[in-house]
């Protein structure tokens, strides 16, 4: 089978300790039924402190095994900010949660494709501490079962959206708000040419000659479409008060006069092009090849979008507190947004939901907010 990852995944490793935002601080821990087998079969007087921090989720509502969380902080976290767990036990007694994160993965027919969520500080260290463009490496790995949600549909021709789409976003002789509208205009057409099709046509050579070249768009009001982004932002399921105090400031404070602002920023730090590209890429690569399963490609594109345009704005705030803008504080920002929408499939249903029914989320409007 195939197997995709983005060139930094095997750079990644664990800091643990020196974490400045602990994954084990802040969010409910779930234990996959295995793990919570295992724990409950542990001796001792750690074996006790297992059993006594876990909730067995058949008991519950929601059917989820979870570990009683200490205040705000897993119980197993120590005063170093170390996994007892693992110190006990050994790395492969954790459970598939904490195995994994910061690992997602998607998986259609034969192949596997894992991607790292910018939820992690070092994840987006490896995203933005970087100039060159991030690539996808892909080889051939043993067979293994997957398990498909339904039958996938036009897989072949969803992988080439998703491959163009990075290419597009990837191409440094335009600027990158032309990249992302021209983006739109591809996958709007693509979306087109899915909706029309029939599975088994040859419709890589239809996808393979849009023109992506946009007109102009007319300039809006960016309140009304900021309206919209708070609205849309509103509605998430809060994950942690962290959220709440960083949506509080952009729904109040956010507006063109401090997006024009730190607009200015990109004239003297050419890097805000290339971090504005690497959200794209990164957005599209982690969600598009789902839409084999809904033949979804246009909603996956719309999420991109707010994706960059939160961000961009939670940056934008951000510069204006303290009127400097450097790598570390795009990493803070993306992982602040990463953490409340990626770490709940609700958020994310809601929002592919939301769009279906925007009009600001129109694709022309998107490109014309690019434009204002």
Same mark, same amino acid.
């Given at each position: 089978?195939?197997?995709?990852?983005? $060139?930094?995944?095997?750079?990644?490793?664990?800091?643990?300790?020196?974490?400045?935002?602990?994954?084990?601080?802040?969010?409910?821990?779930?234990?996959? $039924?295995?793990?919570?087998?295992?724990?409950?079969?542990?001796?001792?007087?750690?074996?006790?402190?297992?059993?006594?921090?876990?909730?067995?989720?058949?008991?519950?509502?929601?059917?989820?095994?979870? @570990?009683?969380?200490?205040?705000?902080?897993?119980?197993?976290?120590?005063?170093?900010?170390?996994?007892?767990?693992?110190?006990?036990?050994?790395?492969?007694?954790?459970?598939?949660?904490?195995?994994?994160?910061?690992? @997602? +993965?998607?998986?259609?027919?034969?192949?596997?494709?894992?991607?790292?969520?910018?939820?992690?500080? &070092? &994840?987006?260290?490896?995203?933005?501490?970087?100039?060159?463009?991030?690539?996808?490496?892909?080889?051939?790995?043993?067979?293994?079962?997957?398990?498909?949600?339904?039958?996938?549909?036009? &897989?072949?021709?969803?992988?080439?959206?998703?491959?163009? %789409?990075?290419?597009?976003?990837?191409?440094?002789?335009?600027?990158?708000? #032309?990249?992302?509208?021209?983006? !739109?205009?591809?996958?709007?057409?693509?979306?087109?040419?899915?909706?029309?099709?029939?599975?088994?046509?040859?419709? $890589?050579?239809?996808?393979?000659?849009?023109?992506? +070249?946009?007109?102009?768009?007319?300039?809006?009001?960016?309140?009304?479409?900021?309206?919209?982004?708070?609205?849309?932002?509103?509605?998430?399921?809060?994950?942690?008060?962290?959220?709440?105090?960083?949506?509080?400031?952009?729904?109040?404070?956010?507006?063109?006069?401090?997006? #024009?602002?730190?607009?200015?920023?990109?004239?003297?730090?050419?890097?805000?092009?290339?971090?504005?590209?690497?959200?794209?890429?990164?957005?599209?690569?982690?969600? @598009?090849?789902?839409?084999?399963? #809904?033949? $979804?490609?246009? %909603?996956?594109?719309?999420?991109?979008? !707010?994706?960059?345009?939160?961000?961009?704005?939670?940056?934008?705030?951000?510069?204006?507190?303290?009127?400097?803008?450097?790598?570390?504080?795009?990493?803070?920002?993306?992982?602040?947004?990463?953490?409340?929408?990626?770490?709940?499939?609700?958020?994310?249903?809601? !929002?592919?939901?939301?769009?279906?029914?925007?009009?600001?989320?129109?694709?022309?409007?998107?490109?014309?907010?690019?434009?204002?």
């Amino acid at each position: 089978m195939k197997f995709r990852v983005p $060139d930094y995944y095997d750079n990644f490793k664990c800091i643990g300790g020196d974490c400045t935002d602990s994954c084990c601080i802040g969010w409910e821990l779930d234990i996959d $039924d295995e793990s919570f087998e295992a724990y409950k079969k542990v001796k001792g007087e750690f074996g006790d402190k297992l059993r006594k921090s876990m909730v067995d989720g058949s008991d519950e509502t929601d059917e989820c095994n979870t @570990f009683c969380l200490n205040g705000n902080r897993c119980p197993f976290l120590n005063e170093k900010n170390l996994c007892e767990i693992y110190i006990n036990l050994g790395e492969k007694s954790l459970c598939k949660v904490c195995t994994e994160y910061p690992r @997602f +993965t998607v998986e259609y027919e034969n192949t596997k494709e894992k991607s790292m969520a910018l939820s992690c500080e &070092v &994840v987006g260290r490896l995203v933005f501490e970087r100039k060159d463009k991030i690539k996808f490496i892909e080889k051939d790995i043993p067979d293994e079962e997957i398990f498909e949600e339904c039958v996938p549909l036009f &897989v072949k021709e969803i992988e080439y959206i998703r491959d163009r %789409s990075v290419e597009i976003l990837q191409d440094r002789t335009k600027d990158i708000y #032309d990249r992302i509208k021209s983006f !739109l205009t591809f996958v709007y057409k693509a979306q087109e040419v899915i909706n029309e099709g029939e599975e088994g046509e040859e419709l $890589d050579v239809v996808l393979k000659n849009i023109d992506t +070249t946009c007109q102009t768009p007319s300039k809006i009001d960016l309140s009304s479409f900021l309206e919209e982004v708070c609205y849309l932002l509103e509605g998430l399921y809060v994950l942690g008060k962290e959220w709440e105090e960083v949506f509080a400031e952009f729904k109040t404070k956010l507006n063109k006069e401090v997006i #024009d602002e730190f607009e200015k920023c990109r004239k003297d730090n050419k890097m805000l092009d290339v971090w504005y590209e690497n959200i794209m890429v990164y957005f599209v690569f982690r969600y @598009f090849t789902k839409g084999v399963y #809904d033949c $979804d490609v246009i %909603s996956r594109a719309k999420f991109a979008f !707010l994706g960059f345009f939160a961000i961009r704005g939670l940056a934008a705030l951000r510069y204006k507190r303290s009127g400097r803008f450097a790598v570390n504080d795009m990493i803070i920002v993306a992982k602040t947004y990463s953490k409340e929408v990626e770490h709940s499939e609700g958020n994310i249903a809601y !929002l592919m939901e939301e769009f279906l029914f925007s009009e600001e989320f129109e694709i022309e409007n998107l490109k014309a907010v690019l434009s204002t």
